[in-house]
């Protein structure tokens, strides 16, 4: 470990943004499996003309640096929407990625809890961004397998690194592993048939992009509805859906976003689900013009895993068994593409019907990320 001093600066320029955002691919300590970010998308989230979320948040970002080596970067960020809703005095640190030494950890850290302070922030969470849409936590179990799209990929020493520092777990999100069964238990399909056979109910099919395209924000609308108590969720505005959907409509397969709905022909409920890209994200190093779209197509045609990207009930209708439903229509699908397992993403370990129902399907924890938090 070198005695050199550690300097901390605050990112004001376009170039020390660029460092910023790029730093995680050129630590010398990152996880042997690592799996970058598309570039471009990491650029727009720091953009406020790109990113809608940014507006009502302060937000600050520093870099660490050793004699005239980069060896660390966070962001420091106060969700003052969050905060009203919530009637909390909440900061919160992200994007914290470092070479394997604490004391780089603690000089970044210190840095945006001073921050938070001259703000008048009474706690520190994290590691959080601006939603629960982005990679939330540290992953502190699971390292052996790849990251998926839009979440942590630190390296196994960061969480503690955090936990020396004062923090302990808020919250914890675990992934499953769920086989893709030749057949699910009869009661789902009698479930399924029960919901849709009085007309109450129908599944939408979608064959391609441009029918999918007018349910995209009706179904986000719905996740507004939904994820009200979810933790750091804040209702997205339309120019935030917009954007959302603007940013993961070219990667969607529409045969695995399924939605129900009703006489209305309005949604009440969804999964939204695409084969797994992260080896086609490391070949293609995270860029994916002009010729990396080509290694995501790849990997997502030879992909035998297919990853769980979002999904909802309305409110009313939860406990109904249209969990069942969407999952006899995403289980039939991944059957006939020859998928043999599904990545659920994040479950809040808190959220005892959602994890009970993956038991129920087979599924065993293989990944787990953790949310801390301190007083200040």
């Given at each position: 470990m070198s005695t050199e001093k550690i300097r901390v600066e605050e990112v004001v320029s376009t170039d020390r943004l660029k460092t910023f955002i790029h730093l995680p691919a050129r630590l010398p300590d990152r996880r042997s499996n690592y799996v970058p970010p598309i570039w471009a998308d990491e650029v727009a989230f720091h953009?406020?003309?790109?990113?809608?979320?940014?507006?009502?948040?302060?937000?600050?970002?520093?870099?660490?640096?050793?004699?005239?080596?980069?060896?660390?970067?966070?962001?420091?960020?106060?969700?003052?929407?969050?905060?009203?809703?919530?009637?909390?005095r909440s900061a919160r640190f992200y994007q914290l990625d470092v070479i394997d030494d604490r004391s780089v950890s603690a000089a970044l850290i210190s840095a945006v809890e001073d921050w938070a302070r001259t703000k008048g922030m009474d706690r520190m969470i994290g590691p959080f961004g601006l939603s629960d849409k982005d990679p939330q936590g540290a992953q502190v179990e699971g390292f052996e397998h790849l990251p998926v799209l839009a979440t942590a990929t630190n390296p196994p020493f960061l969480p503690d690194h955090i936990g020396s520092l004062g923090y302990a777990k808020l919250a914890d999100a675990v992934v499953y592993k769920l086989p893709v069964p030749l057949k699910l238990p009869a009661v789902y399909h009698a479930i399924a048939e029960r919901l849709t056979s009085g007309g109450e109910l129908r599944v939408v099919p979608f064959n391609s992009r441009k029918q999918l395209r007018p349910w995209i924000l009706p179904v986000l609308r719905l996740v507004n509805a939904t994820y009200q108590d979810l933790l750091g969720f804040v209702p997205m505005t339309e120019a935030e859906m917009t954007k959302l959907a603007a940013q993961y409509m070219p990667v969607l397969d529409p045969a695995f976003v399924k939605v129900v709905a009703d006489r209305s022909n309005?949604?009440?409920?969804?999964?939204?689900?695409?084969?797994?890209?992260?080896?086609?994200?490391?070949?293609?190093?995270?860029?994916?013009?002009?010729?990396?779209?080509?290694?995501?197509?790849?990997?997502?045609?030879?992909?035998?895993?297919?990853?769980?990207?979002?999904?909802?009930?309305?409110?009313?209708?939860?406990?109904?068994?249209?969990?069942?439903?969407?999952?006899v229509e995403l289980m039939r699908t991944a059957r006939q593409r020859g998928f043999t397992h599904i990545d659920s993403h994040l479950v809040l370990e808190s959220n005892t019907r959602m994890r009970a129902e993956v038991h129920r399907l087979g599924g065993s924890i293989w990944k787990r990320y953790r949310v801390f938090g301190k007083r200040l």
């Open positions: 953009d406020p003309r790109k990113n809608p979320g940014l507006a009502g948040c302060d937000v600050v970002r520093y870099l660490a640096w050793r004699g005239g080596r980069c060896v660390g970067r966070v962001m420091g960020i106060i969700h003052h929407g969050y905060n009203d809703r919530k009637g909390e309005e949604p009440v409920a969804f999964v939204v689900a695409m084969p797994d890209m992260s080896e086609g994200m490391q070949k293609a190093k995270g860029r994916v013009f002009p010729f990396g779209f080509i290694h995501l197509l790849l990997a997502m045609r030879r992909s035998k895993q297919l990853d769980l990207f979002l999904g909802a009930v309305r409110p009313d209708l939860q406990g109904r068994g249209l969990t069942c439903l969407l999952g």
